[in-house]
Structures are given as structure tokens and as C-alpha cells.
């Protein structure tokens, strides 16, 4: 067993460097797509194993900003029977979040880009060059919303709670 970092070797801060190098790199290239977040309401995010903790992260960013709804589909479930919720409930945007290609995901990309009905697919190749993919992914899930930021500079991704409902923000229950 192998693990990613360790005391004894400091090399994970150059790696940390590398990957957010890497994404800001990805996305500052794809500017025109990254400002499409800006009009989505409704977002569907596909994710498989590898990318769970950032279709989380990311999924809970838009939801708690309050800048869209997003629903979350293990990209197995589409041979469940899941296509057929986001074929029948259109969503403004899919983010595809994929580590590789096998003929499942070929099927599944094909699937989508041919027969869905939303305004944009968006995919995002977390395999590249770096050394842990899943680490990449979910350092991706940060640069993205900097960048949703940056790009769109009239988007404030602090919630604006109504009064009545900061009850509920952070309830701790007196005993």
C-alpha cells in the first residue's frame, strides 16, 4: 500500500503545485465555457468512483451559493435506468467529471451528446499526466469555482440567506 503523502517526503507540496497549475492552465484556456456557469439554474453532475468527493464538493457549492440546483448520478445508474430522469427533466448544464475512457463511458458520452436535451455538456478529463487522479479532480473543484468567480465578476457565491432562515444556518439545539 502506497500513500500519497508522508512526513518524510515534502515532494506532495511541488505535486499540489503542479496540479493546481495544471487546472487553473485547463480552465483559463476554456474561459468562454467556465462563463456559461453564470447562466445555468439547474445542473446535473455525473461522476463515477474516483471523482465522488468532487461531484460533492461541487454539487454542494452550487446548491449552498444558491447559484443553481444540481443533482448528482453515478454514471453506472444511467444503465439502471437513470437516463431517464435527465432525459425527461431537462437540466441547463451536464458536468461529466471522468477519469478514462473505457466502452462503457464511450457509450455513455455518446448517449448524451447525441440524445440530451440540455443546453450544454460539459466534461471534465480528471486523468492527465499528474500522479493521482482523484486528488486532481477534487483540487479541480476548487480552481473551477475561483474561476466561476474571476470570469463572471457580477457572481457572488455568498449565500444570501433570507433573515427568517438564518435559524437554520448552523442550528445548535439548546438543552
Request: charged letters at 25%; aromatic letters at 14%.
Amino acid at each position: 500500500k502506497s500513500m500519497l503523502f508522508s512526513n518524510d517526503d515534502l515532494g506532495w507540496y511541488d505535486y499540489l503545485l503542479e496540479t493546481m497549475s495544471y487546472w487553473v492552465k485547463v480552465f483559463n484556456n476554456n474561459k468562454h465555457y467556465i462563463t456559461e456557469f453564470s447562466k445555468i439554474k439547474q445542473i446535473d453532475i455525473l461522476y463515477d468512483e474516483d471523482s465522488y468527493p468532487s461531484a460533492i464538493d461541487i454539487e454542494s457549492k452550487f446548491v449552498e451559493s444558491g447559484l443553481a440546483r444540481a443533482t448528482l448520478h453515478e454514471k453506472k445508474d444511467f444503465s439502471h435506468g437513470r437516463f431517464s430522469l435527465i432525459h425527461n427533466l431537462n437540466s441547463d448544464l451536464i458536468l461529466y467529471l471522468n477519469q478514462g475512457r473505457s466502452d462503457y463511458e464511450n457509450l455513455l458520452s455518446n448517449y448524451l451528446i447525441n440524445n440530451y436535451t440540455a443546453k450544454k455538456i460539459f466534461f471534465i478529463e480528471c486523468k492527465n499526466n499528474l500522479k493521482n487522479p482523484a486528488f486532481s479532480c477534487i483540487i479541480m473543484s476548487q480552481i473551477l469555482f475561483s474561476k466561476i468567480v474571476e470570469f463572471n465578476l457580477d457572481i457572488d457565491l455568498k449565500p444570501q440567506y433570507p433573515p427568517n432562515a438564518l435559524k437554520l444556518y448552523k442550528y445548535l439545539k439548546k438543552v
